[in-house]
């Protein structure tokens, strides 16, 4: 029999069983000078979107996981957004569970 | 007297860096980013470029590179390193030197002649020239912002830390016209100009950069 290039639904299945995503979200320090976030809020009102007082931007990371996170993997993806996802002299981020 | 120039994956200005060591009067070693052996050089030069893309944040990636556990191990044990461009970026991101380069202010990739003091001529990369010596050099980047808490701005402005800044205006919202800084020890130095690019008036807009190549020279015979 001919292989399918697209998984089959057995495969899928099994992959949709019991994943957890981890989300971390990384934003420049408030003191940080953030000239793309500027660049968007001054934007804003030529598209007439006049809402905006001021805009930041950051940088948002969805890490899948199989089955619920244990404490052990939550502190390991804190250490990681310490070391790797941002830079603590300019950014901060924080780490949740989404369902 | 061996210097060492890395080259990453990305990495562009490695080239020239080695010419300009070769016309300091010293011997270029390539260094490559997935080995950890240094090849017995006297000091490394980690040059400019978009290493690893620029993926993350300029020189995340590059920083957990094999070869960046032997540069920080022998920058910790006072060889003298320069970081050119991406490479002071890199230099940051190992935590060798304070502070952090951030998106221009004005949102450009700027390329341009750039005048420059040289603030402090005490470190080996810049013994050659004079104090508050001026310069013409390239300058071409995208993220060369200096950016730092206050508290270690104060202490890189108290303890004669900065090695070079901005003449004429500030052209990326650099804290304090910063364009270079060094280490504690001072054998450390980030550089976000290009000197390598400005070795012979033919090629680039003076020849003063080459005094950054032969300070490292004078400070190996010394």
């Known amino acids: ?99 | 007297m061996r210097v060492g120039v890395v080259t990453f994956p990305g990495t562009l200005d490695d080239r020239d860096a080695a010419r300009a060591v070769g016309a300091a009067g010293a011997e270029a070693v390539s260094l490559w980013h997935a080995d950890t052996d240094l090849k017995k050089v006297d000091a490394i030069i980690l040059p400019g470029g978009f290493s690893y893309g620029d993926y993350l944040r300029c020189g995340a990636i590059s920083r957990f590179a094999p070869v960046m556990q032997s540069v920080i191990e022998a920058a910790n044990n006072g060889m003298p390193v320069l970081g050119i461009c991406n490479g002071f970026q890199v230099l940051c991101e190992s935590h060798l030197l304070p502070g952090a380069l951030t998106r221009n202010s004005d949102l450009h990739f700027l390329c341009r002649d750039q005048e420059l003091e040289i603030v402090n001529n005490q470190t080996p990369w810049t013994n050659s020239f004079a104090k508050g010596e001026q310069i013409v050099i390239p300058l071409k980047n995208g993220e060369g912002s200096f950016q730092c808490d206050d508290e270690t701005l104060t202490f890189l402005e108290g303890e004669g830390r900065v090695v070079a800044r901005y003449v004429g205006g500030n052209p990326n919202g650099s804290r304090n016209l910063i364009a270079g800084i060094t280490n504690a020890k001072g054998n450390v130095v980030g550089l976000m100009p290009h000197p390598e690019h400005a070795i012979n008036p033919l090629t680039g807009p003076t020849a003063q950069g080459l005094a950054f190549f032969t300070s490292i020279l004078n400070a190996m015979v010394k």
């Open chain 1, 1 to 99: 029999m001919k292989k399918l290039f697209f998984e089959s639904p057995a495969v899928s299945s099994k992959r949709e069983n019991k994943m957890a995503k981890i989300v971390v979200e990384v934003m420049l320090k408030p003191e940080i000078l953030d000239p793309q976030g500027n660049a968007v809020a001054a934007a804003l009102p030529r598209l007439g979107f006049t809402f905006a007082q001021s805009v930041r931007q950051g940088k948002r990371f969805e890490i899948e996981i199989e089955g619920e996170p244990t404490s052990t993997q939550l502190a390991e993806v804190e250490k990681a957004a310490e070391v790797l996802l941002s830079n603590p002299i300019i950014e901060n981020f924080v780490v949740r569970v989404e369902a």
